[in-house]
């Protein structure tokens, strides 16, 4: 049984006079512990995609199971405990709160838990300092950098310990240097065990993980594996 199972998935967005189908029948598997790639160009789907797997939507039509329960039968509260212990989620846009320091960012998932950790705090530095900034626990967004914002976001994605990291156009907002510390990140994630997914146009990016899937116009066109390549400074190879 695959972490992630997907079969025939499509979404049709409707409004008053017409619909949009963004989804035209996707079937994928991951399995746990794998690092993959969502690639295509805009309008391809894959933020939607990415929704679907993060129970941020719901497919119009498919069935998606995640870690062996069907997602379309779960009520909204098992929805929302899904999301916040088995995904953590990474963003091209932080969603920090401003004025409030990184410790007290970074628990915020654990807040919306049914009962709140004693050790919350204990286990929000641990996070910060996994992600290299267990100095900068009381600076606020607007005392760090790109980078350090973003690593933030990382630290409050790791904070339930998920069996899942989404993250989308992680780099989006960085430059050069501060992107590859988040894509080093990522590869260290993926090397303790835990599966990453990543949304990204970036090609250099996508070469960080052993599996890139290319959307097109709502299908896969292109699903391809690099596991006997060494997720390091190479990759996989060049298209």
Request: with cysteine; aromatic share 6%; proline share 3%.
């Given at each position: 049984m695959s972490l992630i199972e997907m079969?025939?998935?499509?979404?049709?967005?409707?409004?008053?006079?017409?619909?949009?189908?963004?989804?035209?029948?996707?079937?994928?598997?991951?399995?746990?512990?794998?690092?993959?790639?969502?690639?295509?160009p805009s309008g391809a789907g894959k933020?939607?995609?990415?929704?679907?797997?993060?129970?941020?939507?719901?497919?119009?039509?498919?069935?998606?199971?995640?870690?062996?329960?069907?997602?379309?039968?779960?009520?909204?509260?098992?929805?929302?405990r899904v999301r916040n212990e088995k995904?953590?989620?990474?963003?091209?846009?932080?969603?920090?709160?401003?004025?409030?320091p990184a410790i007290d960012n970074v628990m915020m998932p654990l807040m919306y838990s049914e009962r709140v950790p004693?050790?919350?705090?204990?286990?929000?530095e641990a996070?910060?300092?996994?992600?290299?900034?267990?100095?900068?626990?009381?600076?606020?967004?607007?005392?760090?950098?790109?980078g350090e914002q973003q690593r933030v976001t990382i630290a409050r994605a790791l904070i339930t310990q998920p069996r899942i990291i989404l993250a989308d156009e992680p780099t989006g907002n960085l430059d050069s240097k501060n992107g590859a510390e988040i894509m080093a990140a990522f590869d260290l994630l993926n090397a303790e065990g835990t599966?990453?997914?990543?949304?990204?146009?970036?090609?250099?990016v996508a070469r960080h993980a052993s599996r890139i899937i290319t959307l097109k116009d709502g299908l896969i066109e292109?699903?391809?594996?690099?596991?006997n390549l060494p997720q390091s400074?190479?990759?996989?190879?060049?298209?």
């Open positions: 079969r025939s998935i499509s979404k049709v967005y409707r409004n008053i006079g017409f619909e949009t189908q963004v989804l035209r029948g996707i079937s994928l598997d991951i399995e746990e512990g794998e690092y993959v790639s969502i690639i295509g933020s939607t995609l990415m929704a679907i797997m993060g129970c941020l939507a719901l497919p119009t039509a498919g069935t998606y199971a995640l870690d062996g329960e069907e997602v379309q039968r779960m009520s909204d509260r098992r929805l929302s995904i953590g989620f990474v963003f091209q846009a932080f969603h920090l709160l401003k004025g409030v004693k050790d919350a705090a204990r286990r929000a996070a910060l300092t996994r992600v290299g900034l267990g100095h900068r626990l009381r600076h606020t967004p607007g005392q760090l950098s790109g599966t990453i997914i990543l949304i990204t146009h970036e090609q250099e292109t699903d391809k594996r690099y596991e400074e190479t990759g996989p190879p060049r298209a």
